[in-house]
Antibody, heavy 119, light 110 residues
């Protein structure tokens, strides 16, 4: 069965960096794009970034553009989110989700990893 | 990209039907048939319940239905049950090759 498991969250000071990881299994990773979606405490969902199946197309929300980098390692079935220049507004639970092919949606989600930016 | 507009809360009695609206613009909801809906329980991951405006994932209850007209999408839950009490989010693909979510709607079963 499809599994999506995030890791790497924690407490980090403003201005510092953090890398989140997402391990996937149960499907042919090379055929699917992946997304990161976040949810600030008590708030709604916010789409963060997407990477295509081939990794040739990458997209970011304006709020993280030029600070966050999404990538994937096909040999390890892993997706990453490198987060730089973190601010308090980046505090959230970060979810990794599989792209629903040809439907521009997200079908399988991980349980999320919490990130707290605080001094 | 501004968030899609959803009512903050909707409530109904068991057995009733409720509808949640999701209003966007001609650059997102109105531009594509790529509107999805998610159900989320507190502390849990979102669950896909509708994709491509009105399609249900395999195995999902047919009590959930959805549609779209111009810039507004709608999710209807019929035969409301206690287990339907959750937060619901819409999302749409946009003309900027990004995705935008609605602010979320808390459904309360009275």
């Amino acid at each position: 069965q499809v599994q999506v498991v995030e890791s790497g969250g924690g407490v980090v000071q403003p201005g510092r960096s953090l890398r989140l990881s997402c391990a996937v299994s149960g499907f042919t990773f090379s055929r699917y794009g992946m997304h990161w979606v976040r949810q600030a405490p008590g708030k709604g969902l916010e789409w963060v970034a997407a990477i295509s199946d081939s990794a040739k197309q990458i997209y970011y929300a304006d709020s993280v553009k030029d600070r966050f980098t999404i990538s994937k390692d096909k040999s390890k079935n892993m997706v990453y989110l490198q987060m730089n220049s973190l601010t308090n507004e980046d505090t959230a639970v970060y979810f990794c989700a599989r792209d629903l092919r040809d439907s521009w949606s997200f079908d399988y989600w991980g349980q999320g990893t919490p990130v707290t930016v605080s001094s | 990209q501004s968030a899609l507009t959803q009512p903050a809360s909707v409530s109904g009695s068991p057995g009733q039907s409720i509808t949640i609206t999701c209003t966007g613009t001609s650059s997102d909801v109105g531009a594509y048939n790529y509107v999805s809906w998610f159900q989320q329980y507190p502390g849990k991951a979102p669950k896909l319940i509708i994709y491509e405006v009105s399609k249900r994932p395999s195995g999902l209850s047919n009590r959930f239905s959805a549609s779209k007209s111009d810039n507004t999408a709608s999710l209807t839950i019929s035969g409301l049950q206690a287990e339907d009490e959750a937060d619901y989010y819409c999302t749409s693909y946009t003309s900027s090759s990004t995705w935008v979510f609605g602010g979320g709607t808390k459904v309360t079963v009275l």
